[in-house]
């Protein structure tokens, strides 16, 4: 069985701007859902933002291994009880990569629990992109640096959580350096941020950032069952304990309760 990806798109900007939609006629999603499917071991299609729920059902979600996330202009468009949908399906083995302006997505920042904040210019500066983890799955048959030429800059210093492993850094014309490839385990969802892909510059044709999208997808797959009652947080009573023992000392809570939250 192939990897079920999904690509989420914000879908703004192709729609309402000239140069964007100029260069990913068919949307970034659809752009980045083609790089997937040139790997025989990965099925993937695209959902938008302003499709209902955003396309981000129950039953969307429960049949997809891995989740890719393109947001920018829309961030707070995006209904809080679906992000929550989405963060429990990654705690229960979902996994998520977000991509360029998604460090500011709503699942992203969730999920870090940081301001996920960086600097940034707008400048189509060159970006040198250096292997940190040679021997890495996300970096596999890609050259120690490769480069783009025409790039966002975003720079150091980046908000998020210390990394579970840092796969790229990129260096920019202007002088900054930036954490550009790093992973992080959420419950059992692996997710990756990866952070070229801005809107204005043809990115997503880029054959090694392609090779890194799909290498991301396979990396992030957690091919065990999905965990569930991920958030559940059960009152176990006296009498059920695996050892014996007795109630004593004041209580505030009575049996069986559900607890705060
Ligand atoms: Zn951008």
Known sequence: M???ALVWGENVHERENAVVAGVYPDGMHNAIAAALNEDDGITARSTTLQEPEHGLT?????????????????????ADDVVERVAEHVWSGMG???????????????????????????????????LTSRNHPIARGLPDHFELEQE??????????????????????????????ATWRRGA??????RPGHETYPTYYDANVRTVLRNAVHWAHNPAARVSGVTDAP????EVALEPIEARGPKLHADGEEGFR
Request: glycine letters at 10%.
């Open 152 to 181: 966002e800059m975003y720079g150091e210093p980046f908000g998020i959580p210390e990394p579970m492993e840092t796969v790229f850094v990129s260096w920019f014309q202007g002088g900054e350096v930036f954490r550009s490839g």
């Open 189 to 194: 969802g692996n997710v990756f941020y990866f």
């Open 2 to 4: 192939t990897i079920r």
């Open 58 to 78: 129950e039953e969307v979600l429960a049949e997809t291994d891995v989740l890719l996330w393109w947001g920018h202009a829309a961030h707070g468009a995006v």
């Open 235 to 238: 009152n176990i009573p006296v």
């Open 96 to 130: 998520l990569i977000a991509l360029h302006s998604a460090h500011f997505a709503k699942i992203f920042k969730r999920l870090m629990g940081t301001p996920c904040n960086l600097t940034w210019r707008e400048a189509g500066e060159r970006e040198r992109i250096w």
